[in-house]
């Protein structure tokens, strides 16, 4: 027989840069680790064995000086790096030293099963089932972001061919493809910087299923926030989140103007179908291929709160300013517009002032 659920007011889901910000902010704002004495209490689990987040999946050739996105968490400056070293080698020793300079005590590695609530009760609790016990929190605050659902479309003839097939999240380095044909496939952020990079060494077909609304200038945090408040529109009404690219537009960056002047920022439409020896183009053509990499996005990493049933039909869950409107005990900051690091930043901030604000209330009525 299980034993009984520990009890503590916040469960925080995740320790990416959403839920060390939402740690900084319920530490600041009096909140104590599990275990320790104190009239409000919190946990951080986390999937994964270490401290770093996703930066610690990320490939090799990301280096500090390309990163997109501005990586500060709150009230702890990165030290200075080179803008040479590999992102992955330089952000999960700045998490671990946050996490440490913060005493958040996240407990790891500890994967969520499930997330349901306890009993009818619209203020009672919701049980968070993990394969190292069960928690039962007053609030849930899910930060698990996208990076270990890579999204995979399908199309038809997939499973048949010959060569190599990977996702973003599977790329090492372009080493492994000397010799080869790669076509990549997608039009963010990622592919663009890859096409740049697997381009110096050998031969790339670049298709997308848009055709780039390329921008000029730089992100500044004036249009990221533009762009976040436009995904914000999209998850307050239940759509899937949608990428940031989708409501700004492509910024025409240094890896993209690289791409240009090599002439191979060319871009393909979809392919209908893959063959065995490559993908089939609308026009009938084949396209030779050895490799196809698949630069096309992450989903949201939510399938842990299936139980409470807050999908819509159109696929997402209802949230406004962090918080899910149809189960106002559970936060999803690293979900839509918090998707960014600017957004994490704020929406972990913004969840911990609804708590306590709730609370207080709760406490003078």
């Known amino acids: 027989m299980s034993s009984a659920p520990e009890t503590v007011d916040v469960v925080v889901i995740g320790a990416g840069q959403a839920g060390l910000s939402a740690g900084h902010h319920l530490r600041r704002r009096g909140f104590v680790p599990?275990?320790?004495?104190?009239?409000?209490?919190?946990?951080?689990?986390?999937?994964?064995?270490?401290?770093?987040?996703?930066?610690?999946?990320?490939?090799?050739?990301?280096?500090?000086?390309?990163?997109?996105?501005?990586?500060e968490l709150p009230g702890f400056p990165v030290p200075p790096a080179d803008a040479a070293m590999p992102a992955r080698d330089a952000l999960p020793p700045y998490f671990a030293a946050y996490e440490e300079r913060f005493d958040l005590r996240v407990q790891r590695p500890v994967r969520v099963r499930a997330v349901r609530r306890a009993d009818a009760d619209p203020r009672g609790r919701l049980i968070v089932e993990t394969d190292e016990g069960s928690w039962a929190a007053r609030y849930v605050i899910n930060s698990t972001g996208t990076w270990t659902?890579?999204?995979?479309?399908?199309?038809?003839?997939?499973?048949?061919?010959?060569?190599?097939?990977?996702?973003?999240?599977?790329?090492?380095?372009?080493?492994?493809?000397?010799?080869?044909?790669?076509?990549?496939?997608?039009?963010?952020?990622?592919?663009?910087?890859?096409?740049?990079?697997?381009?110096?060494v050998t031969e790339t077909f670049w298709v997308a299923r848009r055709q780039p609304d390329w921008k000029r200038g730089e992100w500044t945090t004036a249009s990221r926030i533009e762009a976040l408040d436009g995904v914000e529109q999209r998850v307050r009404a239940g759509l899937p989140p949608g990428s940031v690219i989708s409501v700004t537009g492509d910024i025409w960056t240094p890896w993209v103007q690289r791409a240009h002047d090599k002439g191979v920022l060319v871009r393909h439409p979809m392919f209908t179908r893959v063959e065995p020896d490559g993908v089939r183009m609308p026009d009938g053509t084949l396209e030779h291929a050895d490799v196809i990499l698949w630069a096309t996005g992450f989903r949201p990493a939510i399938a842990h709160l299936a139980p409470l049933g807050l999908r819509t039909p159109e696929g997402g869950i209802r949230v406004a300013d962090g918080r899910s409107i149809d189960e106002p005990r559970l936060f999803l900051i690293g979900y839509g517009p918090s998707q960014s690091t600017i957004g994490a930043n704020r929406a972990g901030r913004d969840a911990v002032r609804a708590i306590v604000r709730e609370e207080s209330g709760a406490l003078v009525g």
Do not use: C
């Not at 599990?34 to 996703?54: N, S």
């Not at 080493?175 to 990622?190: D, Q």
């Not at 910087?193 to 381009?199: F, G, K, N, Y």
């Open 149 to 200: 659902q890579p999204y995979w479309p399908y199309v038809p003839g997939r499973e048949t061919f010959r060569g190599i097939q990977l996702h973003t999240a599977n790329y090492v380095s372009r080493e492994a493809f000397l010799g080869k044909r790669v076509v990549i496939v997608g039009g963010g952020v990622s592919a663009l910087q890859l096409l740049d990079e697997i381009s110096d």
């Open 34 to 71: 599990a275990g320790e004495d104190g009239e409000r209490t919190f946990v951080i689990l986390d999937a994964d064995d270490r401290p770093g987040g996703a930066w610690q999946h990320r490939w090799e050739s990301l280096r500090m000086g390309t990163v997109n996105g501005i990586y």
